[in-house]
């Protein structure tokens, strides 16, 4: 689903993502743990497309995201660390923009959004506008617009910080079902606990440079993760 190869970025005389490569198959709830400045943020914007390489590829689905990045944006969904919206929108109108995009039936987005926004009570605010939202608020306005058009690859940085313990329950909830259906979650955190619980798979990053990478049990062994990283970065 998503392919990592050799990925380099490079900011003056720093490698911010050093050599990187990781593969992510459907299914696979995929977790990239690292400290403040390892490269997680630049390695993500850079596999979504808004950061340019300075070397290696990275593949969408087999489309190389130099080469097609409509062709690949059509089948993600990113969220970035901070979800900025258009802050004159309505919440309703937001996810109807993006459900444009991306060609939504109405009868399907609809649907969706009735859904999604029940899950994480935010029916109630749909009519407000983004600039009245608190942070927890849009992060849950922004997960919505990236489940609502079914992509099959979902990117999330940091995708639990604002959120609330009933709401972060349902994230995860939702990010167990997208990819028991076939779907791949590449995701960055620092909640170290969730990514062990959560993840089937985990990379550690350190000064743009692959730690450690695999299964949860690989990575781990008999320690927890938390010591694992700790004994790495």
């Given at each position: 689903?998503?392919?990592?190869?050799?990925?380099?970025?490079?900011?003056?005389?720093?490698r911010a993502?050093?050599?990187?490569?990781?593969?992510?198959?459907?299914?696979?709830?995929?977790?990239?743990?690292?400290?403040?400045?390892?490269g997680k943020t630049t390695t993500l914007k850079c596999c979504v497309g808004i950061l340019k390489s300075d070397g290696?590829?990275?593949y969408i689905d087999g489309k190389s995201i130099k080469t097609d990045p409509i062709g690949c944006k059509k089948e993600i969904a990113y969220i970035p660390d901070n979800p900025d919206i258009y802050d004159y929108m309505t919440g309703i109108q937001?996810?109807?923009?993006?459900?444009?995009?991306?060609?939504?039936p109405a009868a399907e987005r609809?649907?969706?959004?009735?859904?999604?926004?029940?899950?994480?009570?935010?029916?109630?605010?749909?009519?407000?506008?983004?600039?009245?939202?608190?942070?927890?608020?849009?992060?849950?306005?922004?997960?919505i617009s990236a489940f609502m058009h079914s992509p099959r690859l979902i990117i999330m940085d940091e995708p639990f910080v604002g959120l609330d313990p009933a709401a972060a329950f349902e994230v995860k909830e939702m990010?167990?079902?997208?990819?028991?259906?076939?779907?791949?979650?590449?995701?960055?955190?620092?909640?170290?606990?969730?990514?062990?619980?959560?993840?089937?798979?985990?990379?550690?990053?350190?000064?743009?440079?692959?730690?450690?990478?695999?299964?949860?049990?690989?990575?781990?062994?008999?320690?927890t993760l938390e010591d694992v990283f700790m004994e790495n970065v």
């Open positions: 689903m998503l392919r990592i190869e050799h990925l380099t970025k490079v900011y003056g005389d720093k993502v050093d050599d990187l490569t990781l593969h992510i198959q459907p299914g696979e709830i995929y977790g990239f743990i690292g400290h403040n400045g390892a290696g590829e990275v937001y996810l109807n923009f993006i459900a444009d995009m991306f060609q939504v609809d649907a969706k959004i009735h859904s999604f926004a029940d899950k994480f009570g935010l029916t109630g605010n749909l009519a407000q506008r983004v600039s009245d939202y608190s942070h927890g608020m849009k992060q849950k306005l922004v997960l990010m167990k079902e997208f990819c028991a259906q076939g779907g791949a979650v590449f995701f960055s955190t620092h909640v170290l606990e969730v990514a062990e619980k959560l993840c089937h798979k985990v990379a550690i990053i350190k000064d743009g440079k692959l730690i450690k990478a695999g299964t949860m049990e690989e990575v781990k062994g008999d320690e």
